[in-house]
């Protein structure tokens, strides 16, 4: 299928709603890295995610918990100096924002500050409204996320889809709404029904990207290392597999190992 695509020399969080707005889907990646952040951004990707998923990808933690404010820094600087183009946004990671708004506010300032970021994303919806509103005021873009909220895996305790019963859809567009309502710039729906993340897209005017919410929604976000074959023992039925990296890295790893102990490498030509 042909898709329709505008040449934008830098991605804003104006775009992002004027995707929409023009039925052009977003296309969002995570990175945390610069090396793999220049790759993605260089692919033409409009916003690449650093997720607090690093805490699993990288740092190979269960859960999202463990990771720290200064190592979402870390990661964000990272990918800052890579990019020419895209959107960047930087989860705020767990226990940075949950205790009061100005703790809050103090943690999206370190991260823009430090960073160079272009905008935070925060999970939750009411419960969290206060410390939205005090880092929105600040002139901080943030991005909502709503449905399956890792950061809250202890309270859920399971990764299933989450939203399946009347009350909690009902209170997931109310939420969606009023994240619209108070100023963010767009959310992430994590694993919900289609029907209704298409029905939250329709509710709203600002972006709904999606991971596990199907194709009617304004984009989907998926996690790099996930959608390269990087990672293998992850398999959720949203996840599209583009390549088997983790197969092809370890026969060319496994090979350069055969060699070094063959002394094949390095032969003639590689020797100075
Ligand atoms: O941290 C992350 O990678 C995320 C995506 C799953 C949306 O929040």
Redesign the pocket.
């Known amino acids: 299928m042909s898709v329709a695509k505008k040449e934008y020399k830098r991605i804003t969080v104006k775009t992002l709603v004027d995707m929409k707005a023009n039925g052009e889907k977003i296309s ?1 990646l ?1 990175a945390y890295d610069y090396t793999m952040a220049k790759i993605v951004d260089g692919a033409g990707i409009d916003v690449i ?1 650093v ?5 699993n ?1 990288m740092a190979g933690h269960e859960t ?1 918990l463990p990771i720290t404010l200064d190592q979402m820094i870390y990661h964000a600087s990272s990918v800052i100096r890579a990019i020419d183009r895209c959107l960047v946004v930087v ?1 705020l990671p767990f226990g940075s924002y949950q205790s009061d708004p100005k703790e809050a506010l103090r943690s999206a300032i370190r991260i823009m500050k430090e960073s160079g970021a272009h905008s935070v ?1 925060m ?1 939750g919806g009411r419960e969290i409204k206060e410390s939205i509103k005090r880092i929105l005021n600040a002139g901080i873009p943030v991005m909502g ?1 709503l449905g399956l909220t ?1 950061q809250s895996i202890y309270k859920f305790g399971t990764y299933t889809v989450r939203a399946k019963e009347e009350k909690e859809a009902a209170d997931l567009i109310e939420d969606a709404k009023m994240l619209e309502r108070i100023g963010c710039f767009g959310i ?1 729906l ?1 694993k919900i029904p289609a029907k209704l993340a298409k029905q939250v897209a329709e509710s709203v005017s600002i972006p709904i ?1 999606g ?1 596990g919410a199907g194709p009617d929604v304004d984009g989907q ?3 790099l290392h996930d959608m390269l074959g990087m990672t293998h023992e992850f398999n959720p039925r949203f996840l599209r597999r583009y390549m088997n990296l983790y197969e092809e890295m370890t026969t060319a790893i496994s090979q350069y190992v055969e060699d070094v102990k063959s002394v094949d490498f390095p032969n003639e030509s590689e020797k100075y």
Not at 51 to 55: E, F, L, M, N, R
């Open positions: 969002m995570t995610l997720g607090d998923s690093a805490s990808v999202t989860d994303k999970e996320h890792p992430v994590e990207i991971i976000v998926l996690v």
